[in-house]
């Protein structure tokens, strides 16, 4: 089976694509894959460093004011549009998967027009502008929050409720990481914070503030700060003048669901794949979404854990030193609302959602 791969931007859109792909590799080892995104993504490093064969096309966002950039927004979309069939012409795909990401328009438009079999998988209960352009050109869309079918309404018949691939490859995951490759120490409870795959400034921001409250506590934080705020914050954080040794300090890291399977609570923005992945190993979690996502969709994802029982939110707007230090100590120090928290998670999960899309794969290739 040759399969074309497209998602990018963010790793919310990425690791999904990637999880599918090992699934795939595991079920039909004679696979080929191709990934197309874009050298701006975070997909030109992530899909490379996993040794994945990778092309890219240039297209941008649309601005919403009218500006000269728009113009060149048309020429680039026409252009990608066209740079997409010949990538697809050359490698000849069975079929082509879209995980989001506004480079999917042009390379899963391509593949309907040259008449290959096309899949959008959409991760969030709202669903995404480009995902919404394409659910009228593809064969299936795969969800994996029932809130999102409304999106999709009028075409209903392609809908099928998969999940996310990334709980499948999350899940069988056996052991954890090593804290002691973190320069931390193995078997002492620790928080990890981390703002999504490319960090946020006010949760760092916070956590800066907050720092020296966590000095003697019975527990260690790992704050992973996203590559581009790395630098700021760790001069605000040596500007302190202390260095704690119960704390980390990150850019990114590679293995994440290695390190979730270590560490006691998880404390993130609410993208949809994070979520996944928190269900998908019953971690407990303090979610704080991103207020600056189409439709507020972030509050939607942490919500549906909240009313379950498996996390607590804190709205950015709410998010400071104090609400952000209060909010992990009592939950640090209290074993047991982290196991119910956990426990809830785990029951939301659901673990085979490569294999439910991988029906749909051959389905549409039939
Ligand atoms: C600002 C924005 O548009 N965010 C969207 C984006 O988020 P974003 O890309 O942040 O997506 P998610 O939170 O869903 O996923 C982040 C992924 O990156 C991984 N990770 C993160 C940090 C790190 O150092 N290393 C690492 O591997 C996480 O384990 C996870 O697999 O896509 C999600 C899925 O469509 C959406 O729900 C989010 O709203």
Do not use: W
């Not at 079920?27 to 990778?54: M, N, Q």
């Not at 795909?93 to 480079?103: F, K, Q, S």
């Not at 399977?261 to 979690?285: N, Q, Y």
């Amino acid at each position: 089976m040759k399969i074309l791969l497209s998602g990018g931007g963010t790793g919310g859109h990425i690791y999904p694509a990637l999880a599918l792909m090992n699934r795939i590799k595991e079920k039909y080892p004679d696979s080929e894959f191709l990934y197309v995104g874009t050298e701006r993504g975070l997909e030109s490093t992530i899909v490379r460093k996993a040794g994945v064969p990778f092309e890219s096309v240039e297209i941008q966002g649309l601005r919403r004011s009218l500006s000269l950039e728009n113009v060149k927004t048309v020429y680039l979309m026409l252009k990608s549009i066209a740079d997409s069939k010949k990538i697809i012409k050359n490698f000849q795909p069975d079929v082509v998967i879209g995980t989001g990401g506004y480079v999917c328009a042009p390379v899963l438009y391509a593949a309907s027009r040259l008449g290959v079999p096309a899949i959008i998988h959409e991760q969030n209960s709202v669903a995404g502008v480009t995902n919404k352009f394409l659910s009228r050109f593809v064969g299936k869309i795969c969800i994996c929050f029932e809130d999102a079918r409304k999106d999709f309404e009028q075409y209903e018949e392609k809908i099928v409720y998969t999940g996310n691939p990334r709980a499948q490859e999350v899940a069988a995951i056996t052991e954890g990481a090593s804290l002691a490759e973190y320069q931390l120490k193995d078997g002492i409870p620790t928080v990890l914070i981390f703002g999504g795959s490319r960090g946020a400034a006010k949760l760092n921001e916070s956590f800066v503030e907050a720092y020296n409250l966590f000095k003697g506590k019975p527990y260690q934080v790992m704050l992973v700060t996203g590559e581009t705020h790395f630098e700021k914050v760790s001069k605000q954080i040596a500007s302190l003048g202390q260095s704690l040794a119960n704390i980390r300090v990150l850019p990114y890291v590679y293995e994440m669901p290695k390190l979730f399977k270590s560490t006691a609570l998880i404390v993130s923005r609410s993208g949809a794949t994070t979520l996944t992945e928190v269900m998908a190993l019953g971690l407990p979690s303090i979610l704080i979404p991103s207020p600056y996502v189409t439709n507020n969709h972030q509050q939607k994802n942490a919500e549906s854990l909240v009313k379950n029982g498996a996390a607590e939110m804190i709205l950015e707007k709410e998010l400071h030193a104090k609400s952000l230090f209060k909010a992990i100590d009592s939950l640090m120090l209290n074993d047991t609302a982290r196991k119910e928290m956990a426990f809830q998670a785990k029951r939301m999960g659901i673990t085979d959602a490569s294999d439910r899309i991988i029906q749909v794969i051959l389905d549409v290739i039939k």
